[in-house]
């Protein structure tokens, strides 16, 4: 069984996905296995739901959304037929404890976990001077995304801690690849995807930068100053006008028609604070 949280949220069984309806389901389900193998205590979910004051009997509400949740993954599990494990219900997977509950990591697979998995492994290849090896992994790690994190559901703050820390960990994960494939000259194969990735992040000023000199290198210094205006738009919208340092040279040496010594410029790899 796997319980995917990058993208909309649902719980796979041998190939068979299952989306919950219920919003409020959802967000207990998510919390709990974003926090799995912990106890997560009853005030907690009860916060997350219910973020700005605590309703009438909402103890009893919350029991009433984990036996749904019990519910949600037992029917998956029969459902999907899983091999993987012998649980047929989710009494032992969903545990009651005091004060609070816990979802048991045996027998399944959080999309989450793996993500970050892959990205530790992409970084000690990094660490290693293996940078085509770092490429895949980080590569496979970013793979994993089918959208935003928990994308459609409605998130108080202790899941907002969560997404807003493994959306950061994405677009970290973007700068690094995206730099080690210049690294490895491989801009034009990449082009394409970088010039997806620059869209997705507009004002993300190290992916745009590695766009930029992509597209220098490949003789594209039209292209690139017209990226580079985008970004200064994007900053301003924001409040930043800021723009760093390497960006006001690559504009200048695109000005001044010097991207062919752009083009023999390899950046070091820098891993990035986690």
Same mark, same amino acid.
């Given at each position: 069984?796997?319980?995917?949280?990058?993208?909309?949220?649902?719980?796979?069984?041998?190939?068979?996905?299952?989306?919950?309806?219920?919003?409020?389901?959802?967000?207990? $389900?998510?919390?709990?296995?974003?926090?799995?193998?912990?106890?997560?205590?009853?005030?907690?979910?009860?916060?997350?739901?219910?973020?700005?004051?605590?309703?009438?009997?909402?103890?009893?509400?919350?029991?009433?959304?984990?036996?749904?949740?019990?519910?949600? $993954?037992?029917?998956?599990?029969?459902?999907?037929?899983?091999?993987?494990?012998?649980?047929?219900?989710?009494?032992? $997977?969903?545990?009651?404890?005091? !004060?609070?509950?816990?979802?048991?990591?045996?027998?399944?697979?959080?999309?989450?976990?793996?993500?970050?998995?892959?990205?530790?492994?992409?970084?000690?290849?990094?660490?290693?001077?293996?940078?085509?090896?770092?490429?895949?992994?980080?590569?496979?790690?970013?793979?994993?995304?089918?959208?935003?994190?928990?994308?459609?559901?409605?998130?108080?703050?202790?899941?907002?801690?969560?997404? %807003?820390?493994?959306?950061?960990?994405?677009?970290?994960?973007?700068?690094?690849?995206?730099?080690?494939?210049?690294?490895?000259?491989?801009?034009?194969?990449?082009?394409?995807?970088?010039?997806?990735?620059? %869209?997705?992040?507009?004002?993300?000023?190290?992916?745009?930068?590695?766009?930029?000199?992509?597209?220098?290198?490949?003789?594209?210094?039209?292209?690139?100053?017209?990226?580079?205006?985008?970004?200064?738009?994007?900053?301003?919208?924001?409040?930043?006008?800021?723009?760093?340092?390497? $960006?006001?040279?690559?504009?200048?040496?695109?000005?001044?028609? !010097?991207?062919?010594?752009?083009?023999?410029?390899?950046?070091?790899?820098?891993?990035?604070?986690?």
């Amino acid at each position: 069984m796997e319980i995917k949280v990058l993208g909309r949220l649902s719980v796979s069984v041998g190939g068979s996905a299952t989306v919950p309806t219920d919003q409020q389901v959802c967000r207990v $389900l998510a919390l709990l296995a974003l926090n799995a193998d912990q106890v997560v205590p009853t005030c907690l979910i009860a916060h997350e739901l219910w973020p700005d004051g605590l309703l009438p009997r909402s103890d009893s509400q919350v029991v009433t959304h984990v036996a749904a949740v019990r519910a949600l $993954l037992a029917e998956a599990l029969r459902h999907g037929h899983d091999r993987g494990t012998a649980r047929t219900d989710g009494r032992d $997977l969903l545990i009651s404890t005091p !004060g609070g509950y816990r979802l048991d990591s045996t027998g399944w697979q959080l999309d989450a976990r793996r993500f970050e998995r892959d990205l530790a492994a992409g970084y000690r290849a990094m660490a290693a001077g293996d940078p085509a090896r770092a490429s895949e992994r980080l590569h496979d790690a970013l793979s994993l995304w089918q959208g935003e994190a928990l994308a459609g559901l409605p998130q108080g703050v202790p899941l907002r801690s969560h997404t %807003a820390r493994l959306e950061q960990a994405r677009a970290d994960a973007v700068e690094q690849w995206a730099a080690i494939e210049l690294q490895l000259g491989r801009h034009r194969e990449r082009l394409g995807e970088l010039g997806e990735l620059a %869209a997705r992040y507009p004002s993300h000023q190290g992916l745009q930068r590695h766009y930029i000199r992509a597209l220098q290198r490949c003789g594209r210094s039209a292209e690139a100053l017209r990226v580079y205006e985008r970004l200064d738009a994007a900053l301003r919208r924001e409040g930043d006008a800021k723009m760093s340092l390497d $960006l006001l040279r690559l504009r200048h040496r695109a000005l001044s028609g !010097g991207s062919r010594r752009v083009v023999a410029q390899r950046e070091p790899l820098r891993v990035a604070a986690r």
